[in-house]
């Protein structure tokens, strides 16, 4: 492609509201233009990318058995209220009445529709199991849009949907699409992670969610990096400390401790580590307030805490107003010693000894605090965060924390559609049965915002080789000026053209410093630049994306040197 | 592929709902399924036609220089204002808001999304000129969705935008666009038209619509075999008749004709032929009433009439009551002959003499009518519809008329849009200067069904070649049973797939009439039938979908053989 007949369109500055660097980029490189608030176009260079994504997601979707088909964007409310969802999904969904004041709504996903074909298509074991998938425009009214096509409101994904006879079945897909999307990232040579994601409400049996690893990733994610667990942070079980809570050593005193309210405050004016300080947080429950104890160095994790049966519903942390009512202090000062409500202690904090906390009392704190003697042994339960350096939940080392951006999930959906929307089969025996499911997404427009994520410099983005819109670019230096150039660059790109190469002639004629910036903003992985000089000694210049320097390479074997180029990286 | 890997779904009967040809054996042929009123899930099947149709779309309109981009569905309600048509478009624009309230619709088109790109992109000619395109879903809230996917409210539309500096360069980009369509349709395989069309109320200077040519087609064609010439019938051109008005040869008689109010009535009553009357209708125009007069088996143009200063904007025909008022008799009695109203002859009827026609009192008609002696010369126009046998406006031979339905539409904006939005450009000389455009549209999905209006039988679909499914279907008798079947259906299969065949292997094990309905019904062009008795004969059955009968076929001759059909067809 020749560049006076492409669409290039780049930026010095990208527009203030891209906080993000992948989005500063798609808007510098011109891979994308806001329409509007969570809405972009997809420009013709951004567009050959999410093609080659898109590509990749279908080759190994179909070697997976799944079969395409494409539903409406635009669902009837009906289905929704089947199962429910019309109410529960809430206002992320976009709902559309039609000119006969008919509920519709801007699809979000598509479980109710494809239930309604599977309902309506299968009778029989015979016909099970069977894969479907679509690559189709979706839309969720995110409150605040941001990141670009990251949070976007309208966006592209590859959903998919599997059905099946009994759970042997589901189980069976669920792992030969685990591996489809494992294939699916690594050809599209992105640094990822599959991570055992929450199943939530849902109470399905697996759910796994593909993390691209990037410092900017929303989700934090614990990994032992010697085995394979990996588990988004919500879920990663904190293990049960193996050492033994010692004996009281200190008596308990009650020490002033004036205007010390957080961890940071207490460990500095008492002089202990934080890890011999207990922090108490009082949080409302669905049975009213619950006091949880963790250790001062660890985070409460509100998912884990969630599903405790004394709290069920975590709804939020207890107002000021509602501690000084119960504790009678300020939140900086509580403490588990004479509290009058369920008190919950985190594993860690059960083997703790001779500990730090609040007095439950205004500028006042207790030191040297023992379990079974200054306050009852109290209920154990696994309430926070790992952190690095936890024993894997495997036994097999120990975990580092990462952060990512989730661009898959697969889910095992066991009958929940299918059992409100009575999709049903005959099995062997005559008999009606309901179907067995399972849903598996890809965010195929966030990759692309994910993949920069991951590479990009200060000069630009790096594009993994599959992803780039272009494979080599040849940048001529005086083609206008000098014939000589202009031949050799004509030759060298129809040789390129005709080998199969994805080549872009960047034929502006702009000096080369501007030529080269657009490149290396874009992301082009191989370049080849061209002068008379060069030419005078049969010599072209070759540099890679990330080089640090550029490479002299005989005119007479460009090709050769290129494919070669294309096949390594 | 193997019918086992993937999903047919065909139907005995088509849904009662489904009243035309390609909607009822769309949905027998499991092409589609219906979500909603014009909503429609393309099926595995009906997908692997969309994409044959969507691939030859994008392969020419990248060889015409159409560089492809995506645009969001939901398009903010600002943009369409800027240009007027939040308000004009009518409920056919399915309009939404999201969860601030704010106004968006699921975009109809996008002339004003393009137009948005090209304004802040576009800043010199040097830029121009430049055709996007995309292939995207659209929706149309259409009242009365009908015709499955021919008229349904979700479609998916190739719609492409050219940007110019000047008039010539879009004219020019305009030719190629009308060529580029045209190759289109020949590669689909399609008997089409180009068509004139109106430009209505854009006023643009040129436009064309591409019929796929169908019995069924919603319009009607005139077109010159012996030339280029065609147009709908709404603006085809219906010539001054040549001939001379003969001197009358009758006095003018009243006759009283009870209960005779319709032309075939009158000539029936009258024993006069349909071309010696004359019928008066009475329409509403911006002015008030005026009074056409048309050969009796002549009918009105409204398109034509509209267009009449004296009416301006055709409003409807005037009630009987109304009529009663003015001409003090019903529709059926109504005649030139002193009625009190601005009165417009049609061209035929300008050389007519010794007519038939209304006395204005019921009951009673005119004989022997002639302008000039019993009625002033009045105004001429041409009002009517062509009709086969008139001359093509062209001059060079008679005209035909035929049924379309139009899958293509191509039109020169000219500055609409541009002027609206500001979209301008620096030119050579550093003045801003408004962009012309262009815009091109196909109904991507509305083609198959064109397509299917075109090519069927009793027994299914006639796909052409270029747009079926599969190319070639082969049928075992008893693969079950016979090993020998078996080995050399697989054999077979594997041989075809490697030559880059798209076969499909019906391996369902179904009775052979079973196998050979369905794929009949879903019109796969060609088939191979492979049974016991013929192999031990090294013989195998070829037959073509239009083919009485089938073919034997050495069985070492297979591929060549195919090869061959797959090159002629």
Redesign the interface.
């Known amino acids: 492609m020749r560049v006076s007949?492409?669409?290039i369109?780049t930026l010095k500055e990208a527009p203030s509201e891209a906080e993000l660097t992948s989005h500063k980029l798609m808007l510098r490189a011109g891979l994308i233009?806001r329409?509007?608030s969570g809405?972009?176009?997809?420009?013709?260079l951004g567009?050959r990318v999410?093609r080659k994504v898109e590509a990749i997601v279908r080759e190994e979707m179909n070697k997976s058995?799944g079969?395409?088909?494409?539903?409406?964007?635009?669902?009837?409310a009906e289905l929704w209220q089947e199962t429910g969802r019309w109410e529960v999904f809430g206002?992320q969904m976009?709902k559309?009445k039609?000119?006969h004041e008919r509920d519709?709504c801007?699809g979000p996903t598509h479980e109710e529709?494809i239930t309604?074909?599977a309902r309506?298509?299968i009778k029989s074991y015979r016909q099970l199991p069977?894969s479907?998938y679509q690559v189709q425009?979706k839309?969720r009214?995110e409150?605040r849009p941001r990141f670009g096509v990251m949070r976007a409101?309208?966006f592209m994904m590859k959903d998919a949907y599997s059905f099946h006879a009994n759970f042997e079945s589901l189980e069976q897909t669920y792992q030969v699409m685990y591996d489809a999307y494992s294939r699916i990232f690594t050809r599209l040579g992105l640094k990822f992670r599959a991570v055992a994601a929450d199943t939530g409400a849902i109470g399905g049996t697996g759910s796994h969610e593909f993390h691209v690893l990037a410092d900017s990733g929303e989700d934090a994610i614990a990994f032992c990096p010697d085995s394979q667990f990996a588990a988004n942070v919500e879920l990663a079980e904190a293990l049960a400390p193996t050492t033994q809570r010692a004996e009281p050593a200190q008596t308990m005193q009650k020490i002033a401790t004036p205007g010390q309210h957080t961890i940071d405050e207490i460990t500095s004016f008492l002089k202990v580590s934080s890890d011999q300080t207990v922090k108490t947080l009082i949080v409302e429950g669905e049975h009213g307030l619950v006091a949880l104890l963790l250790r001062g160095d660890h985070e409460l994790n509100e998912v884990k805490a969630g599903k405790l049966a004394q709290i069920t519903a975590f709804k939020g942390f207890a107002s000021d107003a509602r501690i000084r009512e119960v504790a009678q202090c300020g939140v900086g000062s509580l403490g588990p010693v004479g509290l009058n409500m369920p008190v919950i202690a985190d594993r860690a904090v059960s083997v703790m000894s001779d500990f730090v906390c609040g007095a439950n009392e205004d500028g006042f704190h207790l030191t040297g605090v023992n379990f079974g003697r200054d306050l009852p042994e109290i209920e154990i339960a696994d309430i926070r965060n790992a952190v690095e350096g936890d024993p894997s939940p495997d036994g097999k080392g120990k975990l580092e924390i990462c952060r990512g951006i989730e661009v898959g999930h697969i889910f095992q959906l066991r009958t929940k559609y299918a059992e409100a929307m009575k999709a049903t089969f005959l099995d062997e025996t005559g008999k009606s049965q309901v179907m067995e499911m399972g849903c598996y997404g890809i965010g195929v427009s966030r990759i692309i915002g994910a993949a920069i994520e991951q590479g990009n410099d200060e000069r630009g983005i790096i594009f993994p080789p599959a992803m780039a819109p272009f494979e080599l670019v040849i940048v001529p230096i005086g083609m206008k000026k000098s014939e000589l150039v202009k031949d050799e660059v004509e030759k060298l790109y129809t040789k390129l053209q005709t080998a199969g190469i994805e080549v872009l002639l960047d034929n502006r004629d702009e000096r080369p410093g501007v030529m080269f910036a657009d490149m290396e903003l874009i992301g082009i992985p191989h370049r080849i630049v061209i002068g008379e000089r060069g030419l005078k000694e049969n010599q072209i210049e070759y540099q890679g994306r990330c080089d640090a320097e550029a490479q002299i390479v005989p005119l007479q074997n460009a090709l050769d040197f290129i494919q070669l180029k294309l096949c390594t990286k």
Do not use: C, H, K, N
């Open positions: 007949q492409f669409f369109s233009r329409l509007g809405l972009y176009t997809w420009m013709p567009l999410l058995g079969i395409e088909l494409l539903m409406p964007a635009v669902q009837p206002p976009l559309i039609d000119r519709f801007f529709v309604d074909v309506r298509e069977v479907f425009t839309f009214d409150i409101r309208e």
